[in-house]
């Protein structure tokens, strides 16, 4: 027998891509057209030393997405043959060795992702349905690099009516986080705190839209020895820039995905 863990979904028009880490090894997928509940590709190795698996669909095309070492890493689904998957390729070549956060998300026909890279920083850029990484030449802008070290946790987030995009982490030196940018990378409103606590550890953090396009939550999970003793606190950014007031959201709980609606 053995164990999947750190599973992700991605559902759309009646297709559905879940991958896991696997304990026989690496990053597994299978993909199931919902109507018939057929596999088209069940159980299929993505990566043999992959980790950390997340699944997007970007602009109608599914990827997995993970960690290879020190790449971040993706295979697409063949969109002619959708019982395969296309030739890994990567993303990016500088990530942390140690620190292994990343995270993406669908923004528009394109997603935008994050990851920690090795020069204690974020890097943000933008990965078409083409399997390119985005440059000018593509009409977007080129990666860029944020000065802040997500050191325990990451999440990426678009306001797609406010046209921002926000980051959110926690590091040992300002507590919790966040950084909004603009469509095109630039930096909006600096690295602001949302709660300055650094002596207990964030596991996950996810962020929402909870007010029309004006208020951003974030939603975070404190780790404990005893999973009985997590809890879920949250906090709003009211825009442009007014950090609310943190509060415990629920006791006993841990987040078990990124928030939706």
Do not use: M
């Not at 507590?175 to 940018?181: M, P």
Request: charged residues 15%; aromatic residues 10%.
């Amino acid at each position: 027998s053995s164990q999947q863990t750190l599973c992700d979904l991605a559902v759309y028009n009646g297709l559905a891509l879940v991958t896991w880490a696997d304990s026989r090894g690496g990053v597994r997928a299978s993909f199931q057209d919902l109507d018939s509940g057929v596999f088209l590709i069940n159980d299929a190795s993505v990566d043999a030393s992959g980790e950390l698996p997340r699944a997007i669909v970007i602009n109608e095309s599914y990827f997995v997405v993970y960690r290879d070492s020190t790449n971040l890493k993706a295979r697409k689904i063949n969109s002619v043959t959708p019982t395969t998957f296309d030739a890994e390729f990567t993303i990016a070549t500088a990530c942390d060795g140690t620190v292994k956060y990343f995270d993406i998300v669908q923004h528009g026909v394109n997603a935008v992702w994050a990851y920690a890279n090795n020069a204690a920083g974020i890097t943000v850029g933008y990965l078409n349905e083409s399997s390119l990484v985005a440059t000018p030449l593509l009409g977007l802008p080129n990666p860029v690099s944020v000065a802040e070290n997500p050191l325990k946790c990451l999440s990426i987030f678009v306001n797609a009516a406010a046209n921002r995009i926000y980051l959110a982490y926690q590091n040992t030196t300002n507590g919790i986080r966040t950084v909004e940018l603009l469509n095109d990378l630039t930096t909006n409103l600096a690295a602001t705190t949302v709660e300055n606590v650094t002596a207990t550890d964030v596991k996950n953090i996810t962020i929402a839209e909870t007010t029309a396009d004006s208020v951003i939550t974030y939603f975070y999970e404190f780790t404990a020895a005893s999973t009985y003793n997590r809890y879920i606190k949250s906090n709003t950014l009211t825009l442009p820039s007014t950090i609310g007031t943190a509060a415990t959201f629920k006791n006993g709980v841990g987040l078990a995905a990124k928030a939706f609606k």
